[in-house]
Nanobody, 122 residues
Framework: QVQLVESGGGLVQAGDSLRLSCAAS????????MGWIRRAPGEEGELIAR????????YYADSVKGRFAISRDNSRNMVYLQMNSLKPEDTAIYYC???????????????WGQGTQVTVSS
């Protein structure tokens, strides 16, 4: 089992940038593929980014492609989400999540953090 703790959210204006961090503990971090999932108010969760165990392969949802970048540092048990050119529609709770393999399905991410709020004003 792995425990995940997100940080770095906040209130920003459209066009601003934020960098979210996720610290992992309680498991072998390098064994897990990692993803970032967001839940906007009144909407279902969306997997917006994922990264392979080694960090060599990344994928992005169309809604964030070209604006967000996921990365990881296995030596520090950390995963990051760099968010640029933020839009009001990016407002959501952002969760870091771990999977035993690469997947675009939310149900395959067995371990989630508590989330960090990102609010983008217009």
């Amino acid at each position: 089992q792995v425990q995940l703790v997100e940080s770095g959210g906040g209130l920003v204006q459209a066009g601003d940038s934020l960098r979210l961090s996720c610290a992992a503990s309680g498991g072998t971090f390098s064994y897990y593929a990692m993803g970032w999932i967001r839940r906007a108010p009144g909407e279902e969760g969306e997997l917006i980014a994922r990264i392979s165990e080694s960090g060599r392969t990344t994928y992005y949802a169309d809604s964030v492609k070209g604006r967000f970048a996921i990365s990881r540092d296995n030596s520090r048990n950390m995963v990051y989400l760099q968010m640029n050119s933020l839009k009001p529609e990016d407002t959501a709770i952002y969760y870091c999540a771990a999977s035993r393999g690469l997947s675009s399905l939310l149900r395959d991410y067995d371990y989630w953090g508590q989330g960090t709020q990102v609010t983008v004003s217009s």
